[in-house]
């Protein structure tokens, strides 16, 4: 008779309580939660556990935790006290996370230790004991798994660069004048993509194509106007916006919008890519000129090259004609002006260089910050969220309108407050709730109603945690809210989550008419 020693006592009276954590990444489904949770209820028990608790993250990546709720909220539980089990049970090392500093992972196995919840690995073929065997086996593993990622993203960085080199088009709004157009893999047109659109065969790719005439031609006079004219970036705005022209995101124009035209390469039909990255999920970086990957002439372009060339080099000039001490004191000027500088206020300051310029002389902008005595005292990043967020509302109040049309409603909306009155009966406004994340790793959400239109349906879109994403909607009435803040968090009870739905297809339902039989 052979004795197992490691088998615990497996009375159903004796067991002990285990929580168990799961975790899929988009590019494993191998590794299906429902899969392993099968082989780790297996593992658990035949050493006597019973899984009392379950923490699952669908879709995560493993590099690090942001995004991983579950994975958050079980460290929180075990190291508050809240947790009533004794162990943890994770399939194999990797989906406790593929950190790319091993150390990391240690970390938070340390953690659960200290506050007595052991951690076990059901599928690594060894004991988590705190043997010195272990020990080594553990850490080559956690290196193993971060390098699996690291490997991932070399590999998928070099098959966008290679997809580049052949002229597709790797994500990003087209461009006002631009549009993007879906090819078959023989090269053939599909269609164009509206804004919001994605490709939904893998096989297919997206090319840039000229857009509307009057577009092109906007583009073109925009290009004449600073070249052969001499007029400033926001002199050309200000013509446009009294012209009652949007951009392509259908806001007025500023220095910026303007500026961006003029310095973009696509619009001679140069496609341009790896210009800043954000491998493994690390801080956004701004890679230098050498980095870029690029091909030229890729698309059709609809500006003349020459002209593109004199506007970029006039651009150019007005930086290297200033010293650095020169620049530095513009910077300050704008500094005194506004109280805090950003890549957004520097280039919408009349007569600054860009904020590329001083990316470039300075090598980041936080270095010129700290030259001129600025030290950022918040993550500014929240101001090209909320400028993505705007720039995508017009894409969602244009979605909900084809919504009630397609249930048969009808609407209409007002151009400047894009307050919805639906079938003449009731009004709707739309807000966009961005979500951050607080010091203690979850995540929340700030909503403030419109109480000045004091619309009848408030639909409070709740983004992701990157902000890419719509994660669900809540429909919110005006007889049943009487904050005119809300702050929502994953979880709110049911006085508020009773108005949580995952689509909006209750509030169509809502707006929909059936047609009444005629009394005879």
Request: net charge positive; charged share 30%.
């Amino acid at each position: 008779m052979v004795i197992d020693w490691n088998q615990r006592e497996t009375n159903n009276d004796r067991r002990l309580r285990a929580a168990e954590y799961v975790r899929m990444s988009t590019d494993h489904q191998e590794f299906s939660t429902r899969n392993q949770s099968a082989a780790i209820r297996a593992y658990a028990g035949r050493r006597g556990y019973e899984i009392v608790h379950t923490y699952a993250d669908e879709g995560k990546s493993g590099l690090n935790v942001d995004g991983r709720d579950a994975f958050i909220r079980l460290i929180d539980d075990v190291e508050s006290g809240r947790a009533d089990f004794s162990a943890i049970f994770v399939y194999d090392i990797s989906r406790w996370g593929r950190f790319q500093d091993p150390d990391e992972a240690a970390m938070y196995e340390l953690r659960c230790r200290r506050a007595g919840v052991d951690v076990c690995y059901c599928a690594d073929q060894f004991e988590n004991d705190g043997s010195i065997g272990s020990s080594i086996v553990k850490t080559v593993k956690r290196v193993l798994a971060g390098a699996h990622s690291h490997d991932l993203s070399v590999r998928v960085f070099a098959g966008q660069a290679n997809l580049i080199r052949r002229g597709y088009r790797q994500g990003g709004a087209p461009g006002f004048g631009l549009r993007r157009m879906l090819i078959n893999q023989n090269g053939e047109r599909k269609g164009s993509l509206g804004r919001g659109e994605h490709k939904s065969i893998a096989t297919d790719r997206v090319i840039l194509v000229p857009g509307p005439e009057d577009e092109i031609s906007i583009v073109q006079e925009i290009y004449r106007m600073f070249v052969e004219d001499g007029r400033s970036e926001r002199d050309i705005a200000a013509t446009l916006n009294t012209r009652a022209i949007l951009t392509d995101l259908g806001r007025p124009w500023t220095r910026g919008t303007v500026h961006q035209i003029l310095i973009n390469e696509k619009y001679i039909g140069h496609n341009v890519w790896a210009r800043t990255s954000f491998r493994l999920r690390r801080a956004h970086i701004r890679n230098d000129p050498e980095k870029w990957v690029r091909i030229n002439d890729a698309f059709a372009p609809i500006v003349d090259r020459n002209i593109f060339l004199r506007a970029r080099a006039m651009i150019d000039a007005r930086s290297e004609r200033l010293s650095d001490e020169a620049m530095l004191d513009v910077l300050r000027l704008i500094l005194e002006g506004h109280g805090q500088l950003s890549a957004i206020i520097i280039d919408e300051a009349e007569g600054c260089p860009s904020s590329g310029a001083y990316r470039s002389r300075f090598r980041s902008l936080l270095r010129a910050y700290a030259l001129v005595g600025f030290s950022p005292d918040r993550d500014y990043r929240y101001l090209e969220i909320n400028r993505k967020l705007r720039a995508l509302h017009p894409a969602v109040i244009a979605g909900i309108t084809a919504g009630i049309g397609a249930a048969g409603g009808r609407v209409i909306s007002d151009p400047l407050t894009d307050l919805l009155t639906v079938n003449a009966e009731f009004t709707v406004s739309v807000a966009i709730m961005r979500s951050f994340l607080t010091p203690a790793g979850t995540l929340r959400w700030k909503l403030r109603l419109d109480t000045a239109l004091n619309p009848d349906l408030t639909i409070a879109v709740r983004m992701d945690e990157h902000n890419d994403r719509t994660k669900d909607f809540y429909l919110l009435p005006r007889l049943d809210i009487r904050e005119a803040v809300l702050r929502l968090c994953e979880h709110n009870g049911l006085s508020l989550d009773a108005y949580r739905f995952d689509t909006l297809d209750r509030f169509y339902r809502m707006a929909a008419r059936a047609a009444v039989p005629r009394a005879a």
